[in-house]
């Protein structure tokens, strides 16, 4: 795999909001505060942006997750549409009928 294609793979899980967010933090020259300002938000607001987008790169980027489906679930979890307990409860139902272990 040529690293264009590695790329493209993680480019294709963003949104078009998380690649404006992209855009705009590289513009800031990665600055929070200034992120925080333009976005009419707290720097902690704009820090755990960051750090979901970061998330979702690492799953994607991932060579223990698997299944499309776990993969799928993490960044659901990854975006904050679900809950760990969720995420949990919904990876052990489906290990278990797989018959494996989460």
Do not use: C
Not at 11 to 40: P, Q, T
Request: charged share 30%; net charge neutral.
């Amino acid at each position: 795999m040529t690293v264009q294609d590695q790329t493209k793979q993680w480019m294709d899980h963003l949104s078009e909001e998380d690649f404006a967010f992209v855009k705009r933090f590289m513009l800031a020259s990665g600055s929070l505060k200034a992120m925080a300002k333009a976005y009419g938000v707290s720097y902690p607001t704009v820090r755990l942006r960051l750090d979901r987008l970061i998330d979702k790169i690492k799953i994607v980027e991932s060579q223990e997750i698997t299944t499309a489906f776990e993969r799928r679930l993490r960044l659901k979890y990854a975006e904050g549409r679900i809950d760990m307990n969720t995420l949990k409860e919904l990876l052990t139902a489906y290990f278990q009928d797989k018959g494996e272990e989460s």
